[in-house]
């Protein structure tokens, strides 16, 4: 690239993303070794398949493959009539075969795209291919008794299922980046191929940054490796956009190559020049034989598609008449959305904004204090509609049933709770008046303001005296022996 001057031309930057996705199966993808690798001790979970010894005859994994299609129709995709795997060389120690079974030149789904909002506009990205391959093994690195560093190697998680979703080169900032890598793995979170774990290495990104003159032909490519989280990639695309950026603002040149990004030192270190698809010598694997995909079956698994969270957040708007923030956070991952669902099922509007008001504001404040994972909540669908019930009739005040979340026992309802905590609203209307008149002794200045005519004043005085019991006081009967009690003094 020749010598740009930033005081004159216009750049732009262009990010394209690939992700490795682990499979959700129960098995590997070309033996039967369970693919549950995490907690396994190292190399119990292998054969000679995953330890690519000779003679071993890989049988193709019918899941993983369903599973990668039910992606591309998530996705948009194309899914071509045929399609076939690939040897693709490399010698890494964690890649014991040499090889690594992957997709070439005819993947199992083709031209799809995801949408994705950034500050409020909706963004279309495309995707060039999604296809099936195998995960290598983990080297993990320590030192010995005797003070050497050394690397050992942990075939468990070689041959488990891995899917590549390819990304055009259509973003053009770290915050789409980042955007874009949310809504990929919410979807596939949603429809049940891929836990998303990013701490597991289940989720795994590859960022190819450029940048050029706008509307120009593309740069040199950077590929960005070493990401382990959302915000790894958004401060690595931040960095490297700067790096070029300035490289090419003094005439220099961007080599394509590969680099790591340390998370330490918040930069980006090259690695080694970019390899080209000849450098891995792809050729036909030999030991499978080419897929013939059915329409038939295509469509078999379109049916297992569940509503994706785009469609879902639309609707809770549109159904439920809740706001774009409240929508988005119950939808974002499905079981939640689902516990809502339930929860408002047969109900009005009313309803379903309590509802939300509920889940959004308090269940999941405590969800997250009790470090539940993010689609479990703390109450179930029967113990939500037993605290909506119990607001709505005035059985407990909603200041008093914020009270009785934090102390529910495991699968005990709310209406329990709260007559095991004394927090049930008080029948007793002596106890009521009392209550308020001695609010009115305590606060001789709110009752004077109300009484020349201040309506607000009245706020602060239902407030103490649903304080004085206990929160237990239901509003509208405080308010009417407050107004009582005034005009008698």
């Not at 599973?67 to 010698?91: H, M, Q, W």
Request: one cysteine or more; aromatic letters at 4%; glycine letters at 8%.
């Amino acid at each position: 690239m020749g010598r740009t001057d930033a005081r004159t031309v216009e750049l732009e930057t262009v990010i394209g993303l690939e992700v490795h996705a682990q499979v959700l199966t129960r098995s590997k993808m070309y033996c039967t070794c369970s693919a549950r690798y995490a907690d396994a001790p190292p190399n119990t979970h292998v054969c000679p398949t995953c330890c690519g010894l000779p003679g071993a005859m890989p049988v193709m994994n019918r899941a993983a493959i369903e599973s990668v299609i039910l992606t591309g129709l998530a996705l948009n995709c194309e899914i071509p009539g045929f399609c076939k795997l690939d040897r693709k060389n490399y010698v890494y120690p964690d890649l014991p075969k040499g090889y690594q079974i992957s997709q070439y030149d005819l993947p199992l789904c083709v031209d799809g795209w995801l949408e994705f909002v950034v500050d409020g506009a909706t963004v279309r990205a495309g995707i060039t291919r999604v296809h099936i391959e195998e995960d290598t093994g983990r080297l993990v690195h320590r030192t010995d008794a005797m003070g050497a560093e050394i690397s050992l190697v942990d075939l468990n998680r070689s041959g488990v299922p891995l899917m590549e979703i390819v990304g055009e080169p259509d973003l053009r900032s770290a915050d789409q980046a980042r955007e874009y890598l949310v809504a990929l793995r919410q979807s596939l979170r949603y429809i049940g191929v891929s836990t998303g774990n990013m701490e597991e290495g289940a989720f795994r990104c590859d960022a190819n940054i450029s940048v050029r003159e706008v509307g120009g032909p593309l740069g040199s490519k950077v590929e960005i490796k070493n990401m382990n989280s959302f915000r790894a990639v958004e401060r690595a695309l931040r960095y490297e956009e700067q790096r070029q950026r300035e490289v090419l603002a003094v005439g220099g040149t961007i080599p394509q190559e590969t680099r790591g990004w340390v998370e330490a030192q918040g930069i980006t270190v090259s690695q080694r020049s970019k390899e080209q698809a000849h450098d891995y010598r792809y050729f036909p694997e030999p030991d499978i034989p080419p897929m013939h995909v059915g329409a038939e079956l295509v469509e078999a698994v379109r049916g297992r598609l569940p509503e994706l969270p785009n469609a879902r957040r639309s609707r809770f708007m549109e159904d439920y008449a809740l706001s774009p923030a409240d929508s988005a956070l119950l939808t974002l991952e499905r079981e939640i959305g689902d516990v809502y669902e339930d929860v408002v099922a047969g109900g009005d509007r009313d309803r379903a904004r309590q509802a939300a008001n509920w889940i959004v504001n308090d269940v999941m404040g405590l969800q997250k204090a009790k470090g539940l994972p993010a689609d479990t909540l703390p109450l179930s669908v029967a113990q939500l509609r037993d605290l909506l019930d119990l607001v709505g009739s005035g059985a407990v005040s909603a200041r008093a049933a914020k009270e009785v979340l934090p102390e529910l026992a495991d699968g005990e309802m709310p209406r329990d709770a709260a007559a095991r905590l004394n927090l049930l609203a008080l029948e007793n209307e002596d106890e009521v008046r009392q209550a308020a008149i001695e609010t009115l002794a305590a606060y001789p200045a709110a009752a004077a303001d109300f009484r020349g005519g201040k309506q607000a004043a009245i706020g602060r005085l239902i407030g103490e005296t649903i304080k004085r019991t206990g929160g237990r006081a239901k509003p509208d009967q405080v308010r009417a022996l407050l107004i009582e009690e005034l005009g008698r003094q």
